[in-house]
């Protein structure tokens, strides 16, 4: 489970009745609350992200004893009505809302990566996984947007919205998580909890305590649906 900031990171180790263990790595420090789950904060951003869970990925590959899930998780910017202060969002699609380049001839003056000729932009989670998570949780379901740039007002949310309309949340990681998870053949699953709302950026209105407890409160109903969810069983 990658989070970017300790803060997230504890938060999710809540949710489990043993202190974590720490264990280093190349790179990254892993903290494992229990034999089932390994916890890293990887940084924030995409780039630290992908690079961190990646080195994490790898050295359990080389172990012998690779991961089958990713989850990305944490506190997000939420679009409102549809995902308030407070609420969780379960990703049905990753999808890095940046990546690619200005166009003035293109609707939204903006063309993704793909329409370039290079890469993807969306990693889809377990449709099944999803729904189980969503039940388990009273998670809301939709897109979560990576950005590397956290939106700040109401016109850069409103393109947002326009360009994305199933867009529920903006984070900075996920993209960079469900990079390094595909490139490992490995499921990836986002999970957030709402601090605030996407747009005026307005620090003292933020509820990120509240979030974090949020998020500890999911996974503790979260640990037995993965625990009986097997990625061989499901071929989404």
């Known amino acids: 489970m990658a989070t970017a900031v300790p803060a997230e990171r504890d938060a999710v180790a809540g949710a489990f009745a043993e202190p974590a263990r720490e264990v280093r790595l190349p790179g990254v420090t892993l903290h ?47 679009f409102p009505p549809e995902a308030p202060v407070g609420s969780l969002v379960v990703a049905d699609e990753i999808t890095a809302a940046d990546l690619g380049a200005e166009s ?7 063309l993704p990566v793909t329409e370039l000729g290079f890469g993807t932009v969306t990693h889809r989670p377990p449709k099944s996984l999803v729904r189980e998570v969503s ?22 949310a409103a393109v947002l919205r326009a360009r994305h309309p199933g867009a529920l949340a903006e984070a900075m990681e996920g993209f960079g998580v469900a990079e390094a998870a595909a490139a490992h053949g490995t ?28 998020l500890t409160a999911a996974f503790g109903k979260l640990a037995p649906v993965l625990e009986s969810w097997n990625p061989h069983d499901h071929h989404e």
């Open 187 to 214: 499921p990836v699953l986002e999970i957030r909890a709402v601090s605030n709302p996407v747009g005026p950026r307005d620090r003292a209105a933020w509820r990120i305590g509240e979030a974090l407890a949020a």
């Open 32 to 78: 494992c609350p229990d034999a089932a789950y390994d916890l890293l904060a990887a940084g924030v951003g995409p780039a630290l992200a992908a690079a961190s869970v990646s080195a994490a990925l790898t050295a359990a590959a080389l172990d012998g004893t690779p991961y089958g899930l990713v989850v990305s998780a944490g506190i997000a910017g939420g």
């Open 104 to 110: 003035p001839q293109s609707p939204g003056g903006f």
């Open 135 to 156: 039940a388990a949780t009273g998670a809301r379901t939709g897109a979560v947007l990576t950005v590397s740039t956290v939106t700040g007002t109401a016109a850069r």
